[in-house]
């Protein structure tokens, strides 16, 4: 079965810092990798989303990508309260549905 | 509308009742998904139409799931003779393309409690 792999957390982070996120996939075909923010009790909102491997950018975001070690990862430049959320990981393993990982709650401290 | 609509938004049923969850997509959107959320987890797939075909349904949990699109738009996912563990937030993406890389965009989500 094709897994994606967060640490679940609680991810402390003080306000002004990097939040790093992690996630490790189980495909070495897998094709699109995006990351998700969830608000409690809110739906899934796109983040990021990452096809090649690298950096990819996006005001305080970066997504990085590593296919030889299936590993992608998230950073939070300059972290906001309202960065306090759970973030998930999802995987497309070339087809069209996305497999997410448990997610991880970051929360960052005044 | 601006975004994926469902409804209702609270659901609560007693065992064995039948429910039955609606899904706006994005207007123009051809791809239509369904998870399932239970507290604390991430979404797991249920079942992908493309337009009005449903093309993968390999996550729907049991033959008590069933959904349907029948005009390429609108989706409908009925769960019947519902138990407790099918207490969870069911969700519905829509993406504009065809294909794993396209952004899903996510409705506010279906929580069914099941009593």
């Known amino acids: 079965q094709k897994e994606v792999e967060q640490n679940s957390g609680p991810l402390s982070v003080p306000e002004g810092a990097i939040a790093s996120l992690n996630c490790t996939y189980s495909d070495r075909g897998s094709q699109s990798f995006f990351w998700y923010r969830q608000y409690s009790g809110k739906s899934p909102e796109l983040i990021m989303s990452?096809?090649?491997?690298g950096d990819k950018e996006d005001g305080r975001f970066t997504a990085q990508l590593n296919k030889a070690s299936q590993y992608v990862s998230l950073l939070i430049r300059d972290s906001q309260p309202s960065d306090s959320a759970t973030y998930l990981c999802?995987?497309?393993?070339?087809?069209?549905?996305?497999?997410f990982g448990t997610g991880t709650r970051l929360t960052i401290i005044p | 509308g601006a975004g994926v609509s469902q409804s209702p938004r609270y659901k609560v049923a007693k065992r064995g009742q039948d429910v039955a969850l609606r899904c706006d997509p994005i207007s123009g959107h051809v791809s239509l998904f369904w998870y399932q959320q239970a507290l604390g987890q991430g979404p797991e797939f249920l079942t992908y139409f493309q337009n009005e075909a449903q093309l993968d349904k390999s996550g729907l949990p049991s033959d008590r799931f069933f959904a349907e699109r029948p005009e390429g738009s609108v989706s409908t996912l009925k769960i019947q003779r519902t138990q407790q563990e099918d207490s969870a937030v069911y969700l519905c993406?829509?993406?504009?393309?065809?294909?794993?890389?396209?952004?899903?965009?996510f409705g506010p989500g279906t929580r069914l409690t099941v009593l």
């Open positions: 990452i096809y090649s491997n």
């Open positions: 999802a995987v497309s393993f070339g087809n069209e549905k996305l497999t």
């Open positions: 993406a829509s993406s504009f393309l065809a294909g794993g890389a396209d952004t899903q965009y």
